[in-house]
């Protein structure tokens, strides 16, 4: 199973969370891999620079605080609803995700993949953390038990930005134009954070028929895309 997520979408962090429980509860979840593959919503962001959440809905989407209070408490309600809590969006930072992608890519190499991901979701809307810079992310390899000097040197040299970008070319061919992006099995596809009811079905499904493909379903109010994190057309923050 491959899921395509960017570190910075609320969808995904909430999406990561449901997709784990519906393996837990999936009868044949010991069977299955989940492999998380790196998908960037804004690569040309620059590196270096952080702005609040509240101040880049503001600076491209020219949302007031009201408008963005109310979209933001809307996945925060949904992420408390399935045991999130805190789960902050408004209040956190925005910037670069390269590093941070990178980082999670050579955890991965050190038998950390899963718990990397859990690790950075957690760390950045469980605790409004920064990940974007070097310090920072030497902080997370600590919690992980990982070298610090060898996560560092892998970071300065960017050892693993080739398998970031070739992340998202695979998530191209794939089909993805925003994230979450879940594909079982290669064939079945599904986008943004679907309930755990409906994951753990397409998991059932893909295990007991496999020749019949899923058709891909689309969640306006639960994915991230290029130009933002989707709200339903009769949200409050679209008024």
Same mark, same amino acid.
């Given at each position: 199973?491959?899921?395509?997520?960017?570190?910075?979408?609320?969808?995904?962090?909430?999406?990561?969370?449901?997709?784990?429980?519906?393996?837990?509860?999936?009868? $044949?979840?010991?069977?299955?891999?989940?492999?998380?593959?790196?998908?960037?919503?804004?690569?040309?962001?620059?590196?270096? #620079?952080?702005?609040?959440?509240?101040?880049?809905?503001?600076?491209?989407?020219?949302?007031?605080?009201?408008?963005?209070?109310?979209?933001?408490?809307?996945?925060?309600?949904?992420?408390?609803?399935?045991?999130?809590?805190?789960?902050?969006?408004?209040?956190? #930072?925005?910037?670069?995700?390269?590093?941070?992608?990178?980082?999670?890519?050579?955890?991965?190499?050190?038998?950390? $993949?899963?718990?990397?991901?859990?690790?950075?979701?957690?760390?950045?809307?469980?605790?409004?953390?920064?990940?974007?810079?070097?310090?920072?992310?030497?902080?997370?390899?600590?919690?992980?038990?990982?070298?610090?000097?060898?996560?560092?040197?892998?970071?300065?040299?960017?050892?693993?930005?080739?398998?970031?970008?070739?992340?998202?070319?695979?998530?191209?061919?794939?089909?993805?134009?925003?994230?979450?992006? #879940?594909?079982?099995?290669?064939?079945?596809?599904?986008?943004?954070?679907?309930?755990?009811?409906?994951?753990?079905?397409?998991?059932?499904?893909?295990?007991?028929? #496999?020749?019949?493909?899923?058709?891909?379903?689309?969640?306006?109010?639960?994915?991230?895309?290029?130009?933002?994190?989707?709200?339903?057309?009769?949200?409050?923050?679209?008024?």
């Amino acid at each position: 199973m491959e899921d395509l997520v960017d570190v910075l979408c609320p969808w995904c962090g909430l999406g990561n969370h449901r997709l784990d429980q519906a393996v837990q509860r999936f009868e $044949h979840g010991e069977q299955i891999e989940v492999v998380h593959r790196s998908f960037q919503l804004d690569p040309s962001r620059p590196s270096g #620079t952080t702005l609040t959440t509240r101040q880049m809905l503001a600076k491209k989407y020219g949302m007031n605080d009201a408008q963005a209070e109310a979209g933001a408490r809307q996945i925060e309600a949904l992420a408390e609803q399935d045991g999130l809590a805190p789960y902050i969006v408004l209040d956190n #930072t925005i910037g670069n995700t390269g590093l941070a992608h990178e980082f999670l890519a050579y955890a991965s190499t050190q038998g950390k $993949h899963a718990e990397a991901w859990r690790h950075m979701f957690r760390a950045y809307f469980g605790q409004a953390r920064p990940i974007f810079d070097v310090d920072a992310l030497l902080d997370l390899a600590g919690e992980l038990g990982l070298d610090r000097d060898s996560t560092r040197q892998a970071l300065q040299e960017h050892r693993f930005r080739q398998q970031v970008e070739d992340d998202a070319r695979h998530a191209q061919r794939l089909g993805a134009s925003g994230v979450p992006f #879940t594909v079982v099995d290669g064939r079945y596809a599904i986008s943004g954070a679907q309930d755990t009811g409906t994951l753990l079905r397409l998991l059932e499904q893909a295990w007991d028929e #496999t020749h019949q493909p899923v058709s891909l379903t689309e969640d306006a109010t639960g994915a991230c895309g290029p130009d933002g994190c989707a709200l339903s057309v009769d949200h409050p923050a679209r008024a």
